[in-house]
């Protein structure tokens, strides 16, 4: 039973005073059952064992019982608030500061002590309170400029390992002291160690060394303008970008170097997250190109991703030599290709974020290179032109891309209205196709059977783009039409035995064919007759995918018809949407245009196949039919009908030798 064994645990802790190796074996019991169990170290705490150890750890003579009772200690705090809440006091925070500043402590002694005043300040505004008052912070800045040595750093060496691990441990907790919550009064004290960091950072780039640091400064400077700007002053952005220029040139033989650069990045970003204007500083370094290469490294997640592009945004926000050098490196095109591929919404919108940003750059740079030709004087002028020559290509590649992002957002905005605008225009063409086929109920290549049902018209679905149009406002259903399109030289053979309805008797197998329906499948609801005509040439196309261009091709259309330059050289047959044709009329309006678009000539290529399908078919049910009158469903002799077989092989072996 727990509770049993922390009984006998802490009554051995108090009659083995004189035996440190028994008391060190006893405490390391404690600690693993309390580790990460809350309820064990609360009942710990009920029985007077927390005030216990904290004692010892005051008052024990031997360093070992002194190390065990203070690792103990962190351990109980780290699994439950209330122990944390019991020993956050001033009192116990002094006590710490002695074991730290004693001569006789040794390295792990005061690793220990560190590691009770991380365990006290994490998550802890009060922990955060008293270790700014106590002066105890002061004493971690001081390890952290002391303690470990550039040029004796040899992870190797056991001394100078357990220095790192001390100033390791040091960093984490000024990590601690400064952030979750946010504490401006300590990050404003913590900034006075930037220098020491920066040369860090100068003298190694080693990992051990990078990200510990790069912790540091990042959660020192967040969502803190003024130490943001400090560590500006003193050089610290240089450093970073140089930094992140040499595990740029290693990432490509070294996996670790390129995690270690978005380290960096997210540090980047943290510095100028409040004020991008200090992103001026990283033109120098040309670090969006830099950026730009590391997001396009395929081993990254895509939380990485989002802090890379986050870092361009900030940077390109309001600096114009960043923005340039963005779309100089493809970096747009490259924005939209993760917004279109990603799935993430967090992804998305850092991406959308830097694409803001180069809107209005393009809208500025227009307004520049406008407000500059009217007022500069001739010798400012020629400057000028020799510039806009040099950035022409980016200039008229940012308009490209500003135009794609307002074709994308008007996109989602007309949604719904080209879907009702669809709908609207396709019952009005009903209407014109009913009054045309009661005009012309005999016309050979539009024939179309019509059965008077009362049917609902299923909403069309886009496949592409998961887009459905939605029904007539009109709440009553739809009479609609159920198509049965014939084979005009089969017409006249009659009708299916299990319906009424008339089937295609011959229906072709080559690009011509022609899908008749039954009364057996779904009934196929007439939306649009200029899409019928369309289906009536190109059968083999699915129906829906075939919605879904003409859609997206009346939202192209529609997004350009603003263009007047080049509206004499389009095709007559994209510019007469709204008109109602039949397959005579669309045919003799597409042989008249000289300029028609592909769409439209493979529209007539089909027909011609299709027509050219016919006549083969009516020479050949010609042929059949003068034959098959031969035949005669009377009994005859055996002799006359082998005649009869006989003849009709022959014929038709010549027939298809033709």
């Known amino acids: 039973d727990m509770k049993t064994d922390l009984n006998l645990l802490l009554e051995c802790l108090k009659y083995q005073m004189d035996c440190p190796v028994s008391q060190k074996e006893a405490l390391i019991t404690i600690y693993s059952i309390c580790q990460q169990n809350s309820e064990a170290s609360e009942y710990f705490r009920e029985i007077g064992g927390l005030m216990f150890i904290n004692d010892l750890a005051k008052s024990s003579v031997h360093c070992i019982v002194k190390e065990a009772a203070l690792f103990t200690l962190g351990i109980i705090i780290e699994s439950n608030v209330y122990c944390q809440q019991t020993l956050c006091t001033s009192a116990l925070f002094e006590d710490l500061i002695l074991f730290l500043i004693n001569k006789d402590s040794g390295v792990n002694l005061k690793r220990m002590s560190v590691y009770v005043i991380l365990v006290l300040v994490s998550n802890n505004s009060n922990g955060q309170t008293y270790v700014r008052d106590t002066g105890c912070i002061g004493l971690l800045l001081q390890l952290f400029r002391t303690t470990l040595s550039?040029?004796?750093?040899?992870?190797?060496?056991?001394n100078a390992n357990q220095c790192y691990q001390l100033w390791s441990s040091v960093c984490s907790t000024l990590c601690a002291c400064v952030n979750n919550p946010q504490n401006e009064d300590n990050q404003n004290i913590c900034c006075s160690v930037f220098p020491y960091a920066?040369?860090?950072?100068?003298?190694?780039?080693?990992?051990?060394?990078?990200?510990?640091?790069?912790?540091f400064v990042g959660l020192t400077v967040a969502n803190n303008s003024h130490v943001q700007k400090y560590f500006v002053s003193v050089g610290g952005l240089d450093t970073l970008a140089k930094v992140l220029i040499k595990l740029m040139h290693d990432s490509c033989m070294s996996q670790s170097s390129t995690k270690l650069a978005v380290v960096v990045t997210k540090t980047l970003d943290a510095c100028i997250a409040n004020d991008s204007a200090m992103g001026v500083v990283l033109t120098k370094y040309h670090t969006v190109s830099e950026l730009l290469k590391l997001l396009s490294n395929d081993t990254l997640d895509t939380g990485e991703k989002i802090s890379i592009i986050l870092t361009i945004g900030h940077c390109t926000e309001v600096c114009e030599e960043n923005q340039c050098e963005l779309l100089q490196n493809n970096g747009l095109p490259l924005m939209i290709q993760v917004l279109t591929e990603s799935q993430d919404e967090e992804l998305n919108k850092a991406a959308t974020f830097v694409l803001q940003n180069c809107k209005q750059m393009t809208e500025q740079l227009s307004l520049k290179i406008n407000g500059n030709s009217l007022n500069m004087n001739n010798a400012e002028e020629l400057d000028t032109q020799v510039r806009k020559r040099s950035l022409q290509d980016y200039w008229k590649k940012a308009k490209e891309i500003l135009h794609r992002i307002n074709l994308i957002e008007k996109e989602h905005d007309e949604e719904r209205v080209q879907g009702r605008v669809f709908v609207d225009?396709?019952?009005?063409?009903n209407t014109e196709a009913s009054k045309y086929q009661e005009a012309n109920p005999a016309d050979p290549e539009t024939y179309i059977e019509r059965t008077h049902k009362e049917v609902h018209c299923p909403q069309l679905t886009s496949k592409s783009d998961d887009q459905v149009f939605p029904p007539s406002v009109n709440s009553s259903p739809l009479k609609n039409e159920i198509v049965n399109t014939m084979n005009p030289v089969n017409a006249s053979t009659g009708q299916s035995e299990q319906s009424n309805i008339p089937r295609s008797v011959n229906e072709l197998r080559t690009d011509g064919v022609l899908q008749s329906h039954s009364i057996n499948k779904k009934p196929a609801c007439v939306q649009n007759q200029s899409i019928l005509q369309w289906i009536f040439f190109l059968p083999n196309l699915d129906q829906h995918l075939f919605y879904s261009d003409i859609t997206r091709e009346e939202k192209s259309t529609s997004a350009t018809s603003a263009s007047h330059k080049m509206a004499d050289l389009r095709c007559i047959g994209c510019t007469a949407g709204g008109l109602s044709f039949n397959s005579r009329t669309f045919t003799k309006m597409l042989q008249s245009c000289p300029y028609q678009c592909d769409r439209h000539k493979v529209i007539m290529e089909a027909e011609e196949r299709y027509k050219k399908e016919l006549r083969k078919s009516a020479v050949c049910n010609n042929t059949r039919y003068a034959t098959y009158e031969k035949i005669l469903l009377t009994p005859v002799k055996k002799e006359r009908l082998h005649t009869e077989i006989s003849t009709f092989r022959s014929k038709k072996d010549s027939f298809q030798s033709k």
């Open 150 to 158: 550039a040029s004796k750093m040899n992870l190797s060496d056991e």
């Open 198 to 215: 920066k040369e860090w950072l100068e003298s190694c780039t080693e990992p051990e060394i990078v990200r510990p640091i790069c912790s």
């Open 425 to 429: 225009r396709s019952s009005e063409d």
